[in-house]
C-alpha cells in the first residue's frame, strides 16, 4: 500500500492518545501456558510474536451472530465484509503501537494509508480532491467483475449511487449503512482518465477532508445494477477486489473464505511478501460461552472477542487451566450499560426523575462487587474518553460529580419533589448484547425499594432493540451499551430534532440541538473539538442516560498461532479487521 501525497493534522495527537490509554486502564497482554504462568517481560511477550511471516494455513476466528446474506458493494464496515470488498483507503499496519493503538472503529487519517488509491492530494482553494488509482488492481475472478480491471468509473459508481449524484442514480441508495449523512460534503465526481477521479466538495474545510478520508466506502462497479434482485442477494455474486473470495455463508452463523491467488498488494512490513499469507478463513459464531471455552482450548477456535467479555471469570479461569498457550489481551473501552430513557414521556420528561434514578445506583459497588474491577467506576457521557479526546471526564464541576454518587435519600426526595413518591412503572427494552442479569438486580435492590418496578422485554437481537429505539412514537426506553457512550460523529448528528434514533432520548432539547447543529458544521478540528466537549457535558447534566456500570473490560483471546496483528490492537474492528487479518499468518 502507498502512502499519501499529503495528509491533515490527526484528530488524537500522540499524546492525547497516551493519555486517554491511560485513562480507560492500561492493556493487559498475557501469553499463558499455564494456571501458574508469570506475567511475561517484553522480551518473552516479542519472541511470542515475532515468528517471520510464513505462508498457507487457516484460522478460525469467532465473529458475532449479524452475519447475514446480504453481498450489496454498499455494505457497512462490518467485519468480515472487507476481506472482499476495499475502499480508497486503509488502515496503515505500520502504524507503531505505541503510538496508536485499535481499540475501536475510529481511525485518524494519521494512521491510514492507500488501498485501492496510489497517491492523493487537496487543493484547498478548488475544494477538490484528486486521487489517482493503482493500476494493478482487478476485481475476482467471478461474476459479475470475471477478473477485469478497477477503474476510475467504478470509484465515481460506487460514491455516486451512494449519494444519488450520478452513474443513473439521482436518490441516495437505501442500504445498511447511512453514507449519505457522512458525504454531504461531496457534489460531484469526474473521471479525467481511467486511473484519476476528482472529489468536488461543497466546503474546503479541514472536517470535511478528515471525514472524506476517515469513511471507509466499499468499492465495487456498475455491473452490481445489471443482476437481478435474486442474484443479488446470492453468495455466487459476492465479489470484489480483496485478498479473500468468500465461498459460503450461513446466515446467523458461518463465513468462510478462501485466499485470492490473484491479490495486487503486498505486506509493506516485508515489502516483498505478497499478501495475504493464509489460505482460508473461517467465522463462525457460538451462541454458548461453554463451547467457545471448549473450541478455544481444544484449538479449533483461534480467536475471540467483541462488544463486551463473551465469557465470565470461572470460564477465563479454565481457559487457563486448559494448558492451551495463548494471549489474553484487556482493553478498558467497551461502553457502559445503561438505560436510554424515553424523556419524551412521563415520567422522565422531569430532569429530578432521571437524577433521582442516577441517585438510586451504587455504581461503585456495582464496580467493584459485581463486575469484581478495582478502583473506581469510570463514568463517560456522551464520548467513550479510550476513543476520542471529545470526552469531558476530568473537568466535571464537584457538583456533577456529586450526582453520580450513591444517595437513595436524595433519590427519594426527588420523586416526592417531582410528584412520584410512591413509585411508578416503566418498560426497557433488552437485546442478548445486554447483560440481563445485571438490570434484574439493579431492579431488584436499587430501584425497588423506592418503589419503581422496571419491566425488562426480551428482543431476540440488537437490531430489533435498536428499531425499537428509532421509533420516537414507542413509549419504551432501551438498554444500552452504547447510547451514552458513543465515539462516532455520525451517531451524534443522528440525535435530530426530527427523528433519528435518539430524538426522544433528549426530547428535543433546543440547548443541545444547537451544539449538535454547531458540531454538525464545525469547519475546523480545534472547533468541532469544543462543540463536541460541550455537548459531553450538556449530555451528563442532563441525565438523559442512566448508568448502571462505568466503562467496562473487553477481552480478547488469541491463540498463539496467530501472528502478525501487532501487540496491543484489538482484532475486532470493522474499519481494520480486513487489513489486519490479511496482514496475519499463523506459526505452528
Not at 64 to 81: Q, R
Not at 366 to 380: H, K, M
Request: proline share 4%; with cysteine.
Amino acid at each position: 500500500m502507498k502512502k499519501a501525497t499529503r495528509r491533515i493534522a490527526a484528530l488524537l495527537s500522540v499524546s492525547a492518545l497516551l493519555s486517554l490509554t491511560a485513562c480507560g486502564g492500561p492493556i493487559e497482554q498475557t501469553p499463558s501456558t499455564s494456571p501458574s504462568a508469570s506475567t511475561p517481560t517484553e522480551s518473552q511477550t516479542a519472541e511470542v510474536l515475532s515468528t517471520e511471516p510464513s505462508y498457507g494455513g487457516s484460522v478460525t476466528l469467532y465473529y458475532n451472530s449479524d452475519i447475514n446474506a446480504y453481498y450489496d458493494p454498499a455494505i457497512n464496515d462490518t467485519a468480515c465484509y472487507a476481506l472482499w470488498l476495499e475502499s480508497l483507503f486503509a488502515y496503515d499496519v505500520t502504524t507503531p503501537t505505541d503510538e496508536f493503538q485499535i481499540q475501536g472503529d475510529y481511525i485518524p487519517s494519521s494512521c491510514l494509508t492507500g488501498q485501492i488509491a496510489d497517491t492523493w492530494s487537496w487543493d484547498e482553494e478548488a475544494a477538490t480532491i484528486t486521487v489517482n488509482l493503482r493500476q494493478d488492481v482487478y476485481f475476482q475472478d467471478k461474476e459479475p467483475y470475471n477478473g477485469r480491471q478497477l477503474v476510475a468509473s467504478d470509484v465515481k459508481w460506487s460514491y455516486d449511487r451512494i449519494l444519488g449524484i450520478g452513474s443513473g442514480y439521482d436518490e441516495p441508495l437505501e442500504c445498511e449503512a447511512d453514507w449519505a449523512s457522512r458525504l454531504t460534503m461531496i457534489e460531484s465526481i469526474e473521471c479525467p482518465d481511467d486511473f484519476t477521479v476528482v472529489f468536488h466538495l461543497s466546503t474546503n474545510t479541514e472536517v470535511a477532508y478528515e471525514t472524506f478520508q476517515t469513511t471507509f466506502l466499499k468499492i465495487g462497479g456498475p455491473e452490481w445494477d445489471t443482476l437481478t434482485a435474486e442474484q443479488q442477494s446470492s453468495l455466487e455474486y459476492a465479489s470484489g477486489t480483496g485478498p479473500y473470495i468468500v465461498t459460503e455463508l450461513v446466515a446467523g452463523s458461518s463465513v468462510t473464505l478462501v485466499k485470492n491467488e490473484n491479490y495486487y498488494d503486498t505486506d509493506d512490513r516485508y515489502p516483498e511478501n505478497k499478501l495475504p499469507y493464509l489460505d482460508e478463513i473461517n467465522f463462525v459464531y457460538i451462541a454458548d460461552s461453554t463451547n467457545i471455552v471448549s473450541q478455544f482450548t481444544s484449538g479449533t477456535l483461534d480467536w475471540f472477542g467483541y462488544r463486551a467479555n463473551l465469557i465470565n471469570d470461572s470460564e477465563a479461569a479454565q481457559i487457563a487451566a486448559s494448558g492451551v498457550s495463548y494471549i489474553k489481551q484487556d482493553y478498558s473501552v467497551s461502553q457502559p450499560e445503561s438505560i436510554a430513557l424515553r424523556c419524551n414521556t412521563e415520567p422522565f420528561n422531569d430532569i429530578r426523575v432521571r437524577q433521582a434514578l442516577q441517585y438510586a445506583i451504587d455504581l461503585e459497588t456495582l464496580n467493584t462487587s459485581y463486575f469484581g474491577n478495582e478502583g473506581s467506576a469510570v463514568i463517560p457521557a456522551l464520548w467513550n474518553p479510550t476513543l476520542t479526546d471529545w470526552c469531558t471526564i476530568g473537568t466535571w464541576s464537584d457538583e456533577l460529580l456529586e450526582q453520580y454518587t450513591y444517595n437513595p435519600e436524595k433519590a427519594k426526595q426527588l420523586l416526592e419533589d417531582a410528584g412520584y413518591g410512591d413509585g411508578f412503572e416503566f418498560t426497557v427494552v433488552i437485546s442478548p448484547d445486554n447483560d440481563v442479569d445485571l438490570f434484574t438486580y439493579v431492579n431488584s435492590t436499587y430501584f425497588a425499594p423506592l418503589g419503581i418496578t422496571m419491566n425488562l422485554e426480551t428482543v431476540s437481537n440488537f437490531f430489533e432493540a435498536k428499531t425499537i429505539g428509532n421509533d420516537e412514537h414507542d413509549t419504551r426506553s432501551s438498554a444500552s451499551t452504547g447510547v451514552a457512550a458513543t465515539s462516532s460523529l455520525t451517531a451524534a448528528q443522528n440525535q435530530t430534532l426530527d427523528g433519528g434514533w435518539a430524538s426522544a432520548l433528549w426530547n428535543g432539547d433546543a440547548e443541545y440541538a444547537s451544539l449538535l447543529d454547531s458540531l454538525a458544521n464545525a469547519t475546523t478540528l480545534a472547533d468541532q473539538n469544543q462543540y463536541a466537549q460541550e455537548a459531553d457535558l450538556y449530555y451528563a447534566e442532563q441525565h438523559w442516560a442512566v448508568h448502571l456500570s462505568g466503562l467496562k473490560t473487553v477481552s480478547e483471546f488469541f491463540s498463539t498461532r496467530l501472528q502478525g496483528y501487532g501487540e496491543g490492537n484489538r482484532l475486532y474492528s470493522g474499519k481494520t479487521f480486513g487489513t489486519v487479518v490479511s496482514h496475519m499468518w499463523v506459526s505452528e
